[in-house]
């Protein structure tokens, strides 16, 4: 497979981040955006949420059109999975996902397909990304590593599920037939 064009724009906080060997990344965390459009992802990852001058972010956004964005690069420590990012790369794909209504237990399908150059690009990326990173060797999907459930934004005696992402749309078994990683689940 060709080597993936990615186009490096980094958040403007993205050299506050704590930086780290390669070594210690074994672990893909593959993440839907949850919201409408690229655009919007940026915006959110450019929030400030912590006394760092840092904020939520995963390392690259592939667009729909299959584009590929790398917002932190794999030397930093990016905040995308609560207890993983240390030996993490975040990977999040454009979607909808839930969005506007993350919470909402009455609207938790997650019914966006991701698109052809989607999964083309980022099987392309995550091949690329293990002939930089030999440590690198899980897998893994936002929702097979966050198992927390909250209460439900229209009912506090029902929960929800925190993440769902990548969501029952991400095609897990095409991905694992074109990397040579293993899915943590």
Known sequence: MPE???????????DALTARDAGQIDL??????????????REYGERVLYASGTGNSGHYYIDRDGSILEYVDPSRIAHHTRGYNPR????????????PHWLDSRRQAMDEAYTEAQVESLISLLGELQARIPSLRLIAGHEDLDLDEVEASDDPSLKVRRKRDPGPQFPWTRVLQGVPLQRVA
């Not at 993936?4 to 993205?14: E, H, N, T």
């Open 4 to 14: 993936p064009l990615i186009q490096r724009q980094p958040l403007p906080y993205a």
């Open 28 to 41: 893909v965390v593959i993440h839907c955006t949850e919201l409408p459009d690229l655009a919007t992802a």
């Open 88 to 99: 993490s790369i975040g990977i999040e794909l454009v979607n909808t996902g839930r969005y």
